[in-house]
């Protein structure tokens, strides 16, 4: 097995850690939209949001790393509110 074979094995089992996470993350979303329909509060939460982003981005070391993590979590915040709905 080349060495690029080997990396992209340690991509897929990333890839199934990171689906399962979405899952798990996408379950309690699921909850939070309930709970924000009975108490008639909006899907979006802009103060939440950004607050989520400047989190995720403090986890990068270099400003590439910090936008490519904002990039995937604002898709992320985006597919989660259209399930909250």
């Known amino acids: 097995m080349s060495e690029l074979d080997v990396l992209r094995k340690d991509i897929d089992v990333i890839d199934e850690r990171i689906a ?10 699921k909850e939070i939209g309930a709970v924000k329909k009975r108490d008639g509060l909006p899907v979006t939460n802009s103060g939440r ?7 995720v981005r403090s986890y990068a070391l ?21 399930l909250e709905k």
Do not use: G
């Open 49 to 55: 949001e950004e607050e989520v982003i400047a989190k």
């Open 62 to 82: 270099d400003a590439a790393e910090k936008d490519a993590v904002e990039k995937a979590y604002r898709a992320i915040i985006q597919a989660s509110k259209d």
């Open 20 to 29: 399962d996470l979405l899952l798990s993350r996408f379950a309690v979303v």
